[in-house]
């Protein structure tokens, strides 16, 4: 190990320095050592840790140790090839380690790119080698300018919205709820620009890693005339982690004026941000499911108010978190009413599946609309959020179903290649060959049951055999650059038939589609998670929003036993703030968020009644303490639950779910409570993990 030469100036420490160091480890710090280099905060170091060595990150330099001096070992490396962390990031890697009850170091160090918290990156031959040297060593790839855009006229909402953004002179949060088409995405490039020309610099969040590409040429070719070129940096998990490293420097080195990435990009660690904005703010995808369990949406409101600049949320469909914070006036709406371009928004037709003979799953009402607009030379989108090619095998002499042997739920049968099948489960990973014979009782007729997009891609090409169709979900993009190319055909009019799970539901801007298909919809309608059909509402209506972009006429089919239902007869209108206004009735007298928050404790053991014993056990502890402070009536404490899918790859799991009117007393007990689980005799047969402001339940 060596000592790295600082890249700027730093204040001097004493030979018997002592350090306050976080680590990503799951036991509650800070740590301290004995430091003899010049450190600050900010600063990562390689320290021993029992027998490991472990990067962590300085957070503080306290005149006194937290305990005996003669037990505290010394820091054997300060890490000096990039800046320390400014205050104002750690400051925010404090508060979301505080709010959602992790300790810091699981916040500040996965945050960083791989090689910046990786020992092994720093144990090399030459002096001062790391992986920072290393990468300002190679050529950086070349960014070639791109040809600049047009830029468009605003019509009046478009201009209105973008004069209220730009005259927040400090933090102020606004709602930009416009209807699918209604330009948003100008709205975000107008704000942006006039950022930049203050010298500012900008942040922006989209929900999954395939919307990148095409924000990406926009925002390149229409802010590079003021960010410079290469002034734009990505920043996704699909990267390499050189990749990676490489877009984070330059973001850090401040050679980026704007960011784009997914829900880690918040973590950014950019200098003078002027703006922050969240596309699809109602996407799920915002929401970490492991770890740091963060909501990026959340922690961008956050941060741009402990920055003092504004933050703008977009969505066409948005969640009714953030509707109900507009309604009350935390945040301030801003409306665009009506598609950008002069074309009407799509007509929406209910096609009653209960009494129709349906061709594998598609009603004749479909497939008559979908042969016309193939004649008209238009596209056709088929949405199906179910990937492979059928939810489970069954035979149909005994009643065996395909059921994995690690979870209680099915295997999905997928096509691997034309004609081979094999089965999957898309829970524990298990995968298996397709038995030649029902395993129970011989029979080699063994059925696919239900429909994925694989099976539906394989009958339109026999309904249709002259169309061009593609198909986009998780299994056809695997590759990298898979998903980029499938789009890039579907935008130079190289596919007729698009088939595809909520991939395509989102952010895309097809210009010739005339007509979206919607299968299965019907299946989130019975879902024991209250958010459901908040979930279903805005898939519908961000997929119907892909048709008649253009060309106006666009048409959407839903397919649907229920038709009667407020979900589907919303859509019909358009109408988002009718749905919201009856959902919010609907949560608002069950005391459901956002009128309310939660919290969920989650346990898994190789036997269920272990998980449910430790979850007991938990919650007589928090009730325990609950009394103690006279706050029973202010906090809701639900029996332990078995999850609906019990058991995932041979571990049984359950839930605890906390819940309460009142923010700070539920973060008061989890602060207080959270300490004690170790301590609980069950704590040492279970796994378990505590999410704030859960979105599945």
Request: with cysteine.
């Amino acid at each position: 190990m060596v000592e790295y030469s600082p890249p700027v100036a730093l204040p001097e420490t004493s030979a018997s320095a002592w350090v306050r160091v976080v680590l990503d480890v799951p036991i509650p710090g800070p740590f301290d050592y004995r430091c003899t280099f010049p450190v600050t905060s900010g600063m990562r170091v390689i320290v021993p840790f029992g027998r490991r060595k472990l990067i962590g990150m300085v957070v503080g330099l306290p005149d006194e140790p937290a305990y005996d001096p003669k037990l505290i070992k010394n820091v054997e490396a300060v890490l000096a090839d990039i800046e320390p962390m400014p205050e104002h990031w750690l400051r925010f890697a404090q508060f979301a380690a505080e709010y959602y009850q992790r300790p810091l170091g699981e916040v500040v160090l996965p945050a960083l790119p791989l090689p910046l918290r990786s020992v092994s990156s720093y144990q090399g031959k030459r002096s001062g080698d790391g992986p920072v040297a290393r990468l300002d060593l190679k050529r950086a790839p070349v960014i070639k300018a791109v040809s600049a855009s047009e830029v468009p006229v605003l019509n009046e909402a478009q201009q209105g919205a973008v004069d209220a953004i730009v005259c927040a002179e400090s933090f102020k949060a606004f709602l930009l709820y416009g209807v699918t088409g209604s330009g948003k995405t100008e709205v975000y490039l107008h704000a942006a620009a006039q950022a930049l020309e203050r010298g500012k610099r900008v942040l922006m969040l989209v929900p999954e890693i395939n919307l990148t590409p095409q924000f990406e040429q926009s925002l390149r070719a229409r802010l590079e005339p003021v960010a410079g070129v290469g002034g734009v940096a990505v920043l996704h998990s699909g990267l390499s982690d050189g990749e990676r490293l490489r877009a984070w420097l330059r973001v850090q080195r401040g050679q980026a004026r704007i960011v784009l990435g997914t829900r880690l990009a918040i973590f950014a660690p950019m200098h003078d941000v002027g703006l922050i904005v969240v596309d699809e703010e109602h996407d799920p995808s915002y929401k970490q499911q492991d770890g740091l369990r963060y909501s990026a949406r959340d922690l961008a409101i956050w941060r741009a108010h402990d920055l003092g600049v504004p933050v703008v949320l977009g969505s066409a469909t948005p969640s009714l978190e953030s509707w109900v914070h507009a309604e009350r006036g935390h945040y301030q709406r801003l409306d665009l009413p009506a598609r950008a371009r002069a074309v009407t928004l799509p007509s929406v037709r209910l096609v009653d599946t209960r009494r129709l003979k349906m061709d594998h799953g598609m009603s004749p009402q479909l497939l008559n609309a979908m042969r016309a607009r193939l004649d008209n030379k238009e596209q056709v989108l088929v949405f199906l959020n179910r990937r492979g090619y059928a939810p489970a095998l069954h035979c149909a002499s005994c009643g065996w179903v395909s059921q994995c042997p690690r979870c209680t739920t099915f295997t999905v049968l997928h096509r691997t290649t034309p004609g081979r099948h094999q089965l999957h489960c898309h829970h524990c990973g298990y995968q298996q060959r397709v038995p030649s014979a029902c395993p129970d009782c011989g029979d080699q007729d063994l059925q696919p049951m239900g429909r994925g997009t694989q099976r539906i891609e394989e009958h339109l090409a026999e309904l249709f055999p002259e169309a061009r169709i593609a198909r986009i979900d998780a299994d056809s993009t695997r590759k990298k650059g898979s998903a980029q190319a499938l789009f890039a055909s579907v935008h130079a009019g190289e596919v007729d038939i698009l088939v595809g799970t909520q991939m395509v539901a989102k952010g895309h801007d097809f210009a010739n589609l005339g007509l979206v298909g919607v299968l299965n919809a019907d299946a989130m309608l019975f879902s024991q998670d209250f958010r459901a059909p908040e979930r279903l509402f805005a898939q519908l209506m961000q997929v119907s929003g892909r048709a008649g972009r253009h060309t106006g006429h666009g048409e959407v089919i839903v397919q649907t036993g229920y038709p009667e239902q407020p979900v589907y007869q919303a859509l019909l209108r358009h109408d988002y703030a009718g749905f919201a206004r009856h959902s919010m009735q609907e949560r608002e007298s069950a005391a459901l968020p956002p009128f309310s928050h939660q919290a969920l404790l989650s346990a898994e053991a190789r036997d269920l009644n272990v998980a449910l014993d430790f979850l007991q056990s938990a919650r007589a502890s928090a009730l325990e303490w609950m009394t103690q402070q006279q706050s029973t009536e202010m906090i809701t404490l639900y029996d332990p639950v078995p999850l609906r899918i019990v058991r995932v790859d041979n571990m049984c799991r359950a839930q605890l779910l906390l819940e309460s009117t009142h923010r700070p007393a539920l973060q008061s007990l989890l602060r207080n409570w959270l300490p004690e689980l170790n301590d609980l005799p069950e704590a040492r047969k279970v796994r378990w993990q505590l999410e704030v402001d859960p979105l599945e339940i």
